[in-house]
T-cell receptor, first 112, second 113 residues
């Protein structure tokens, strides 16, 4: 069973701080990685996708991928109370189109 | 451009009944995936359809089935409902190629009594 693992949290950070969310995956053949944000009672919405080793930045968000360590992370700079949500890490399955495995999510709380 | 539309938004059923959920993907998207989300198990992959063919399947019993129509709309059916089937069912659509991003609908919340 291929897995994506995340710390369930909650991760509490003060407003304005950097929030660091981490994820590991077991399928060495995974090529595509995604971070989704899910507010309580809502559906997941995509924040970032990353396919190559290294960093990818989009506004206050930076995704980092290390395929050798099978590790993906998401950094949120200048955290805002509106960032409080559950963050889901996902990886595609090797050889399987659109078969995506999700982690159970990390709950982030940004304290004003 | 309209997003992914799921109907109905809420359903209440009793054990033993069956239920059909519907998903209309984003225009031009040919892939539809279904997920079950529960507090304890997170998001679990059910199956994925592409051009009317089931391309991938998760580890769910045969009571869970689906289909996709020529206009890419998809339905999911659950027969002989059990209490444990109570969950949020999410549909996601994409272009269906490698590295394509999935976009989620609002979900159907199913309660089995």
């Amino acid at each position: 069973q291929k897995e994506v693992e995340q710390n369930s949290g909650p991760l509490s950070v003060p407003e304005g701080a950097i929030a660091s969310l981490n994820c590991t995956y077991s399928d060495r053949g995974s090529q595509s990685f995604f971070w989704y944000r899910q507010y309580s009672g809502k559906s997941p919405e995509l924040i970032m996708s990353i396919y190559s080793n290294g960093d990818k930045e989009d506004g206050r968000f930076t995704a980092q991928l290390n395929k050798a360590s099978q590790y993906v992370s998401l950094l949120i700079r200048d955290s805002q109370p509106s960032d409080s949500a559950t963050y889901l890490c996902a990886a595609d399955a090797s050889g399987g189109y659109q078969k995506v495995t999700f982690g159970t999510g990390t709950k982030l709380q940004v304290i004003p | 451009k309209a997003g992914v539309t799921q109907t109905p938004r809420y359903l209440i059923k009793t054990r033993g009944q069956q239920v059909t959920l519907s998903c209309s993907p984003i225009s031009g998207h040919r892939s539809v995936s279904w997920y079950q989300q529960t507090p304890g198990q997170g998001l679990q992959f059910l199956f994925e359809y592409f051009s009317e063919t089931q391309r991938n399947k998760g580890n769910f019993p045969g009571r869970f089935s689906g289909r996709q129509f020529s206009n890419s709309r998809s339905e999911m059916n659950v027969s002989t409902l059990e209490l444990g089937d109570s969950a949020l069912y999410l549909c996601a659509s994409s272009l269906g190629l490698v590295q394509n991003i999935q976009y989620f609908g609002a979900g159907t919340r199913l309660s089995v009594l």
